[in-house]
Nanobody, 127 residues
Framework: QVQLVESGGGLVQTGGSLRLSCAAS????????MGWFRQAPGKEREFLAT????????YYADSVKGRFTIARDNAKNTVYLLMNSLTPEDTAVYYCAASPTSSYRWVPAAEYEYDSWGQGTQVTVSS
């Protein structure tokens, strides 16, 4: 497994933007597809976006497509989530996760496909 630490959360107004970062350590970062999930109070954890270990493929949930962008820098062992046009409905704890794979194009969207999780970072969007 790989150790993951998220950062970049905070309080933002409606319409604002945030960039979340997730730093990985412990294993070869490029051997993992990476994903972002979130969990709002009283709701189940929700898939948001994923990126293949090569960075060539991405996949987004419909709820964030066109507003959120996932990217990775394998030289820095870091994956990012750029979030634009935020609304109060985006308020949640955001988690990054790692999925081991030998496929450079694989973009997993299910929780069970990930074996490493960060501790989460809180994002609060005020109205």
């Amino acid at each position: 497994q790989v150790q993951l630490v998220e950062s970049g959360g905070g309080l933002v107004q409606t319409g604002g933007s945030l960039r979340l970062s997730c730093a990985a350590s412990g294993r070869t970062f490029s051997g993992y597809a990476m994903g972002w999930f979130r969990q709002a109070p009283g709701k189940e954890r929700e898939f948001l976006a994923t990126i293949s270990w090569s960075g060539s493929n991405t996949y987004y949930a419909d709820s964030v497509k066109g507003r959120f962008t996932i990217a990775r820098d394998n030289a820095k062992n870091t994956v990012y989530l750029l979030m634009n046009s935020l609304t109060p409905e985006d308020t949640a704890v955001y988690y990054c996760a790692a999925s081991p794979t030998s496929s450079y194009r694989w973009v997993p969207a299910a929780e069970y496909e990930y074996d490493s999780w960060g501790q989460g970072t809180q994002v609060t969007v005020s109205s």
